[in-house]
């Protein structure tokens, strides 16, 4: 298909540990978003990539999260020293003019991350 | 505080019922809003947005939404539903001063009893 793919679509991973989850944007979607979704929650809102700049970074939570994009179409979102409470879904989303929110953002199914 | 409240954890109605779900906003301006749907195993889908001109919004698998800007609401409805329709569904907004961020309530989760 055509949509948003995130592999892998389940990690499961020890405290302490170093993962990275990728995201595959719709094809020509300049503007690419991370969101994470704990559970109960609604998707909160993490990093937003215009091509290849992390235009805004606002949302994650701390120095551990880092997210590239270094071509301007896949993205990684890199977490180091994993802890239980980085447990969540984690979403992708793609759009194609981020200068307006009035192009629709695409969800990919995201990739559920569990820290034991 | 700027934030998007759905009041409504869990509700439950009948196949055929209608249905309404409520969202709250609060903040200085209008925002874009926007209601999605989540299903078990799916990604996000969109039902619907409003941007400005007319209150009365439709969106796709028969729903609808209505801007209230003196109640700051905007409020999901559907006249029928259908067992499909069980899902998760989530009020978002994008304030007007952001371009990037989609801010999202907590969500409701639409049970149908048959």
């Known amino acids: 298909g055509a949509g948003v793919s995130q592999t892998p679509s389940n990690k499961v991973t020890e405290k302490g540990k170093y993962v990275e989850l990728r995201c595959d944007p719709i094809?020509?979607?300049?503007?690419l978003y991370w969101y994470r979704q704990s559970l109960g929650q609604g998707p909160e809102f993490l990093i937003y990539f215009q091509g290849t700049g992390a235009a805004d970074d606002s949302g994650l939570p701390n120095d551990r999260f880092f997210a590239v994009r270094p071509e301007g179409s896949v993205s990684t979102l890199k977490i180091q020293r994993t802890e239980r409470g980085d447990s969540a879904v984690y979403l992708c989303?793609?759009?194609?003019?981020?200068?307006?929110?009035?192009?629709?953002?695409?969800f990919g199914p995201g990739t559920r991350l569990t820290v034991l | 505080a700027q934030s998007v409240t759905q009041p409504d954890i869990h509700i439950t109605v009948s196949e055929g019922a209608s249905l309404e779900l409520r969202c709250n906003y609060s903040?200085?301006?209008?925002?874009?809003l926007f209601w999605y749907v989540q299903s078990p195993g799916q990604g996000l889908q969109l039902l619907l947005k409003?941007?400005?001109?007319?209150?009365l919004v439709q969106g796709i698998k028969g729903f609808e939404a209505e801007f209230k800007r003196s109640q700051s609401s905007f409020n999901l409805r559907k006249p029928s539903v259908h067992w499909s329709d069980a899902a998760e569904y989530f009020c978002?907004?994008?304030?007007?001063?952001?371009?990037?961020?989609?801010?999202f309530g907590s969500g409701t989760r639409l049970s149908i009893r048959p």
């Open positions: 978002a907004v994008v304030p007007y001063s952001s371009a990037s961020k989609i801010i």
């Open positions: 989303a793609s759009s194609l003019d981020p200068a307006t929110l009035r192009n629709e953002q695409f």
């Open positions: 903040y200085g301006a209008t925002p874009y």
């Open positions: 094809s020509g979607h300049t503007a």
């Open positions: 409003y941007f400005s001109g007319d209150t």
